[in-house]
């Protein structure tokens, strides 16, 4: 039985799992774009209603000129596949200025052509970062009057909902400014697996862990 309704995701190996493999880096990013793919169908037979997948970092942003171009290259031909879906309600989270324009076009294309779809709900976290998503929220607040509440907050984040569930792959046991106002009662699983190599088997075994959870909220 799944409990949840929202899960995230921090998609976190890709190079890792290139090194490991003697493959060239691009190709470790395309196999996690493969496996994205994966999860989401994972996701809409599992049930969930919502998935948000930490996609790109602002501080990933700051990577080598040479990786970002393949990157880039990666996402534009992955988020090509949800032009004309019918199904999928697919929202970019974050700030899309920071992207190549070509980029930021097709996002905003994607995002209204799907608003209306009554599917499973896709967050793609892109050019995205928690701190800076708390910045524009404040900014936004900055001149109201009466005090700022945590509704307030919550109604100005580019993303409103919070995940009950967040899975971390790579190894690593690090939240990397993800969601930092959303996640403070969120559920993690930090997953020993690099992203390509996270299957729906692992994904079931996540949710049966939170299912097997007790949440109090701090009560």
């Known amino acids: 039985m799944n409990n949840l309704n929202h899960i995230a995701v921090i998609i976190d190996g890709n190079r890792r799992y290139a090194k490991s493999n003697n493959i060239a880096t691009h190709k ?16 809409k037979e599992l049930g969930i209603k919502e998935a948000t997948i930490y996609c790109l970092s602002t501080e990933n942003l700051k990577r080598d000129p040479i990786e970002l171009k393949f990157l880039f290259a990666i996402f534009k031909k992955f988020f090509r596949r949800y032009q004309d879906n019918k199904e999928h309600n ?3 989270i974050g700030d899309l200025s920071m992207v190549p324009g070509d980029i930021k076009e097709l996002a905003e294309e994607i995002q209204e052509k799907t608003k209306n779809n009554s599917g499973l709900k896709i967050n793609f976290c892109f050019a995205y970062g928690g701190r800076l998503e708390l910045i524009k929220a404040f900014n936004k607040l900055k001149n109201k009057h009466e005090d700022i509440t945590e509704e ?8 409103s909902s919070s995940p ?11 939240t990397s400014n993800f ?7 969120s559920e993690w699983i930090f997953f020993e697996k690099m ?8 994904l079931i075994s996540c949710i049966e862990d939170f299912n097997n959870r007790k949440r109090n909220f701090g009560k």
Not at 152 to 159: K, Q
């Open 90 to 92: 697919v929202k970019f």
């Open 164 to 174: 009950e569930l967040i899975i971390r792959t790579g190894n690593a046991s690090r």
């Open 195 to 202: 992203w390509p190599e996270f299957t729906k088997q692992d």
């Open 152 to 159: 307030d907050i919550t109604n100005n984040l580019w993303l």
């Open 28 to 43: 470790g990013h395309e196999k996690g774009a493969e496996n994205v793919e994966n999860f989401i169908e994972g996701c």
């Open 179 to 185: 969601l930092p106002w959303q996640s403070v009662y």
